[in-house]
T-cell receptor, first 113, second 111 residues
Framework: GAGVSQSPSNKVTEKGKDVELRCDPISGHTALYWYRQSLGQGLEFLIYFQGNSAPDKSGLPSDRFSAERTGGSVSTLTIQRTQQEDSAVYLC???????????FGPGTRLLVL | SQKIEQNSEALNIQEGKTATLTCNYTNYSPAYLQWYRQDPGRGPVFLLLIRENEKEKRKERLKVTFDTTLKQSLFHITASQPADSATYLCALHNAGNMLTFGGGTRLMVKP
Protein backbone atom coordinates (compact mmCIF):
# COMPACT_ATOMS: atom_id res chain seq x y z
CA GLY A 1 0.00 0.00 0.00
CA ALA A 2 0.99 3.63 -0.31
CA GLY A 3 3.22 4.96 2.40
CA VAL A 4 4.06 8.51 3.35
CA SER A 5 5.31 10.48 0.38
CA GLN A 6 7.25 13.73 0.34
CA SER A 7 8.15 16.15 -2.40
CA PRO A 8 10.48 17.30 -3.67
CA SER A 9 13.03 14.65 -2.81
CA ASN A 10 15.80 17.21 -3.18
CA LYS A 11 15.73 20.99 -3.14
CA VAL A 12 18.59 23.40 -3.72
CA THR A 13 17.87 27.04 -3.06
CA GLU A 14 19.68 30.29 -2.55
CA LYS A 15 19.94 31.98 0.81
CA GLY A 16 17.02 34.31 1.36
CA LYS A 17 14.55 32.43 -0.84
CA ASP A 18 11.38 30.80 0.46
CA VAL A 19 10.81 27.05 0.09
CA GLU A 20 7.77 24.80 0.44
CA LEU A 21 8.05 21.14 1.32
CA ARG A 22 5.09 18.81 0.88
CA CYS A 23 3.99 15.73 2.79
CA ASP A 24 1.24 13.27 1.82
CA PRO A 25 0.48 11.08 4.85
CA ILE A 26 -0.95 7.60 4.79
CA SER A 27 -4.67 7.78 4.03
CA GLY A 28 -6.73 7.81 7.21
CA HIS A 29 -3.89 8.79 9.51
CA THR A 30 -5.00 11.71 11.64
CA ALA A 31 -1.62 12.55 13.16
CA LEU A 32 1.18 14.15 11.16
CA TYR A 33 4.66 15.15 12.32
CA TRP A 34 7.52 17.13 10.82
CA TYR A 35 11.12 16.55 11.88
CA ARG A 36 14.49 17.93 10.80
CA GLN A 37 17.62 15.82 10.64
CA SER A 38 21.01 17.39 10.12
CA LEU A 39 23.87 15.31 8.76
CA GLY A 40 24.77 12.55 11.19
CA GLN A 41 22.35 13.85 13.81
CA GLY A 42 19.15 12.61 15.38
CA LEU A 43 15.65 13.78 14.60
CA GLU A 44 14.63 17.23 15.79
CA PHE A 45 10.88 17.60 16.30
CA LEU A 46 9.35 20.59 14.52
CA ILE A 47 5.54 20.44 14.55
CA TYR A 48 2.67 17.99 15.21
CA PHE A 49 -0.87 17.98 13.80
CA GLN A 50 -3.62 15.86 15.32
CA GLY A 51 -7.00 15.90 13.63
CA ASN A 52 -8.71 19.26 13.93
CA SER A 53 -6.84 20.30 17.06
CA ALA A 54 -4.49 23.26 17.10
CA PRO A 55 -1.03 22.07 16.03
CA ASP A 56 1.82 21.75 18.49
CA LYS A 57 4.38 24.19 17.11
CA SER A 58 6.75 23.99 20.06
CA GLY A 59 9.63 22.62 17.97
CA LEU A 60 9.71 25.26 15.26
CA PRO A 61 13.16 26.91 15.52
CA SER A 62 12.12 30.39 14.41
CA ASP A 63 9.21 32.37 13.01
CA ARG A 64 10.62 31.76 9.53
CA PHE A 65 9.19 28.24 9.81
CA SER A 66 5.48 27.53 9.44
CA ALA A 67 3.32 24.58 8.48
CA GLU A 68 -0.21 23.96 7.37
CA ARG A 69 -2.33 20.88 7.03
CA THR A 70 -5.24 21.19 4.65
CA GLY A 71 -8.34 19.04 4.96
CA GLY A 72 -6.70 16.88 7.56
CA SER A 73 -4.45 15.33 4.94
CA VAL A 74 -1.64 16.97 2.96
CA SER A 75 0.78 19.18 4.87
CA THR A 76 3.14 21.88 3.68
CA LEU A 77 6.18 23.07 5.62
CA THR A 78 7.28 26.56 4.57
CA ILE A 79 10.65 28.08 5.35
CA GLN A 80 10.89 31.78 4.61
CA ARG A 81 14.13 33.66 3.94
CA THR A 82 16.16 30.46 4.08
CA GLN A 83 19.54 30.44 5.80
CA GLN A 84 22.45 28.08 5.26
CA GLU A 85 21.84 26.51 8.67
CA ASP A 86 18.42 25.39 7.41
CA SER A 87 20.19 22.82 5.21
CA ALA A 88 19.06 19.40 6.43
CA VAL A 89 16.75 16.52 5.65
CA TYR A 90 13.14 17.31 6.49
CA LEU A 91 11.18 14.20 7.42
CA CYS A 92 7.44 13.81 7.67
CA UNK A 93 5.69 11.02 9.56
CA UNK A 94 2.09 10.05 10.13
CA UNK A 95 0.30 7.78 12.56
CA UNK A 96 -3.27 6.61 13.00
CA UNK A 97 -5.06 8.80 15.56
CA UNK A 98 -1.80 9.84 17.18
CA UNK A 99 -0.99 6.20 17.74
CA UNK A 100 2.19 4.71 18.88
CA UNK A 101 4.01 3.89 15.68
CA UNK A 102 5.10 6.61 13.29
CA UNK A 103 5.45 5.91 9.59
CA PHE A 104 8.07 8.05 7.94
CA GLY A 105 8.41 9.39 4.44
CA PRO A 106 11.74 9.37 2.58
CA GLY A 107 12.46 12.99 3.43
CA THR A 108 13.29 16.12 1.48
CA ARG A 109 16.97 17.01 1.32
CA LEU A 110 17.26 20.80 1.45
CA LEU A 111 20.49 22.56 0.57
CA VAL A 112 20.68 26.31 1.02
CA LEU A 113 23.59 27.87 -0.84
CA SER B 1 17.07 18.83 31.52
CA GLN B 2 15.68 15.92 29.53
CA LYS B 3 18.21 13.89 27.65
CA ILE B 4 18.28 10.73 25.54
CA GLU B 5 21.74 9.28 24.99
CA GLN B 6 22.82 6.74 22.44
CA ASN B 7 26.43 5.92 21.70
CA SER B 8 27.39 8.25 18.88
CA GLU B 9 30.35 6.08 17.95
CA ALA B 10 29.73 3.37 15.38
CA LEU B 11 29.50 -0.18 16.64
CA ASN B 12 31.51 -2.62 14.52
CA ILE B 13 30.89 -6.34 14.98
CA GLN B 14 31.54 -9.55 13.12
CA GLU B 15 28.78 -11.36 11.29
CA GLY B 16 27.09 -13.95 13.48
CA LYS B 17 27.77 -12.13 16.74
CA THR B 18 25.18 -10.39 18.89
CA ALA B 19 24.99 -6.62 18.59
CA THR B 20 23.91 -4.70 21.69
CA LEU B 21 22.95 -1.04 21.48
CA THR B 22 22.21 1.16 24.47
CA CYS B 23 19.70 3.94 25.04
CA ASN B 24 19.89 5.90 28.30
CA TYR B 25 17.55 8.68 29.30
CA THR B 26 17.24 11.23 32.08
CA ASN B 27 14.29 13.24 33.37
CA TYR B 28 11.73 11.25 31.42
CA SER B 29 9.01 8.91 32.58
CA PRO B 30 8.00 7.39 29.25
CA ALA B 31 4.95 5.20 28.97
CA TYR B 32 6.76 3.33 26.23
CA LEU B 33 9.93 3.29 24.21
CA GLN B 34 10.45 2.43 20.56
CA TRP B 35 13.35 1.43 18.36
CA TYR B 36 13.63 2.44 14.72
CA ARG B 37 16.05 1.51 11.96
CA GLN B 38 17.30 4.13 9.50
CA ASP B 39 19.21 3.37 6.32
CA PRO B 40 21.18 6.09 4.51
CA GLY B 41 18.93 8.38 2.49
CA ARG B 42 15.74 6.94 3.95
CA GLY B 43 13.31 7.71 6.73
CA PRO B 44 13.30 5.68 9.95
CA VAL B 45 11.36 2.40 10.02
CA PHE B 46 9.64 1.13 13.17
CA LEU B 47 11.04 -2.07 14.67
CA LEU B 48 9.79 -2.65 18.21
CA LEU B 49 7.82 -1.01 21.00
CA ILE B 50 8.18 -1.85 24.69
CA ARG B 51 5.94 -0.50 27.43
CA GLU B 52 6.98 0.65 30.89
CA ASN B 53 5.48 -2.44 32.52
CA GLU B 54 7.33 -4.82 30.17
CA LYS B 55 10.84 -6.01 30.88
CA GLU B 56 11.58 -7.59 27.53
CA LYS B 57 10.14 -7.82 24.03
CA ARG B 58 11.27 -10.08 21.19
CA LYS B 59 10.73 -10.13 17.45
CA GLU B 60 12.62 -12.69 15.38
CA ARG B 61 16.34 -11.93 15.94
CA LEU B 62 15.59 -8.71 17.81
CA LYS B 63 15.25 -8.29 21.55
CA VAL B 64 14.59 -5.13 23.53
CA THR B 65 14.80 -4.68 27.28
CA PHE B 66 13.48 -1.74 29.29
CA ASP B 67 14.68 -0.96 32.80
CA THR B 68 12.75 2.01 34.19
CA THR B 69 14.89 2.00 37.35
CA LEU B 70 18.14 2.31 35.43
CA LYS B 71 16.37 4.46 32.83
CA GLN B 72 17.87 2.35 30.10
CA SER B 73 16.85 0.25 27.13
CA LEU B 74 19.06 -2.31 25.44
CA PHE B 75 18.52 -3.40 21.84
CA HIS B 76 19.99 -6.74 20.80
CA ILE B 77 20.37 -8.27 17.35
CA THR B 78 21.37 -11.92 17.53
CA ALA B 79 23.14 -13.76 14.72
CA SER B 80 23.87 -10.42 13.10
CA GLN B 81 24.14 -10.12 9.32
CA PRO B 82 25.73 -7.49 7.07
CA ALA B 83 22.17 -6.51 6.06
CA ASP B 84 21.61 -5.38 9.66
CA SER B 85 24.09 -2.55 9.10
CA ALA B 86 22.18 0.69 9.63
CA THR B 87 21.60 3.42 12.20
CA TYR B 88 19.31 2.47 15.07
CA LEU B 89 17.31 5.14 16.87
CA CYS B 90 15.53 4.88 20.19
CA ALA B 91 12.50 7.07 20.79
CA LEU B 92 10.66 7.85 24.01
CA HIS B 93 6.99 8.61 24.25
CA ASN B 94 6.39 11.89 25.98
CA ALA B 95 3.37 14.02 26.73
CA GLY B 96 1.05 14.87 23.88
CA ASN B 97 1.42 11.65 21.90
CA MET B 98 4.83 12.62 20.63
CA LEU B 99 8.13 10.85 20.41
CA THR B 100 11.53 12.26 21.28
CA PHE B 101 14.37 10.59 19.41
CA GLY B 102 17.90 9.84 20.44
CA GLY B 103 20.78 10.64 18.13
CA GLY B 104 21.11 7.05 16.94
CA THR B 105 23.95 4.53 16.86
CA ARG B 106 25.41 3.30 13.59
CA LEU B 107 25.91 -0.46 13.43
CA MET B 108 28.36 -2.01 10.97
CA VAL B 109 28.28 -5.80 10.62
CA LYS B 110 31.33 -7.15 8.83
CA PRO B 111 31.20 -10.39 6.84
Amino acid sequence: GAGVSQSPSNKVTEKGKDVELRCDPISGHTALYWYRQSLGQGLEFLIYFQGNSAPDKSGLPSDRFSAERTGGSVSTLTIQRTQQEDSAVYLCASSPQGGETQYFGPGTRLLVL
Amino acid sequence: SQKIEQNSEALNIQEGKTATLTCNYTNYSPAYLQWYRQDPGRGPVFLLLIRENEKEKRKERLKVTFDTTLKQSLFHITASQPADSATYLCALHNAGNMLTFGGGTRLMVKP
